[in-house]
């Protein structure tokens, strides 16, 4: 796949592309253009932006009505990657997975298979869509992100150390959920300092008992009162279980990905 047709958009500071291996024609990808990018308010409100903008354009072309993202964070995914889409490079990357009815296939059924299994989608398929998408994005383009903290403020209030933006929860062995503190269904409807909490949140986490980096999925839920949650799994080159496995087929991820 030639690199002008895996890039789609490019804005300030990050980039949608197609992935090398696309899973289903859903898959898309938002990553950094410049690794050494500081992750603050500018970076945070510009990934906002095109997760947004891609949203839309996978809405116009695909009629997509959900969404999944998926990332690793100080963990390169091994072998065969199971549950997990395999490493583009170490630029920092986040998956995201449109869903919609009549899918000929779902991430969650390639990612349950072992990377060198997974069939995708070939790229003569693609063709058509991606121009769609190109054109879509260009068309939503013209908007530009949120890069005022003052802005940002007056949306979700004062940011301060006895009013955290982000909710931290054990859910079990080396498996950390993060939720909005400020109830927040979709991850479009989030601001930037909200993202930069969780960022933060994610970057505590320690990393004891061999743990190297998380495998990190973020669901919006379709029940209702049920906010946005982001899983980290805890991963380790010398674990003996795949906690992602486990997690895939959870009734909350399955419903997302499966």
Request: hydrophobic share 40%; charged share 20%; proline share 8%.
């Amino acid at each position: 796949m030639v690199l002008s047709r895996r890039l789609l958009y490019r804005s300030g500071f990050w980039e949608i592309a197609r992935p090398r291996h696309p899973l289903t024609a859903g898959h898309v990808l938002i990553r950094l253009s410049d690794p050494s990018t500081e992750f603050a308010h500018p970076s945070a409100a510009d990934w906002l932006f095109c997760h947004n903008l891609v949203r839309t354009a996978l809405r116009e072309v695909l009629d997509a009505t959900r969404c999944a993202v998926m990332f690793a964070h100080q963990w390169h995914p091994l072998g065969s990657a199971m549950g997990e889409p395999v490493a583009e490079s170490s630029t920092p990357t986040f998956h995201l997975f449109g869903r919609w009815d009549g899918e000929t296939t779902t991430p969650g059924l390639q990612l349950s298979l072992p990377a060198h299994r997974r069939t995708g989608v070939p790229d003569d398929e693609l063709d058509g869509t991606d121009a769609a998408l190109r054109e879509a994005l260009r068309g939503g383009g013209h908007r530009s992100p949120v890069t005022s903290a003052d802005q940002v403020r007056a949306v979700v209030g004062p940011v301060s150390g006895s009013d955290p933006l982000v909710r931290t929860i054990d859910a079990g062995p080396r498996h950390t959920v993060m939720e909005p503190a400020r109830h927040t269904a979709s991850i479009e409807d989030l601001q930037p300092a909200e993202l930069l909490a969780m960022a933060s949140a994610l970057g505590a986490l320690p990393l004891s008992g061999g743990l190297s980096g998380f495998s990190c999925v973020v669901l919006e839920s379709e029940s209702l009162g049920v906010p946005l949650r982001v899983h980290a799994l805890g991963r380790s080159v010398a674990e003996e279980v795949n906690p992602l496995e486990a997690l895939l087929r959870s009734p909350e991820v399955s419903l997302a990905l499966l």
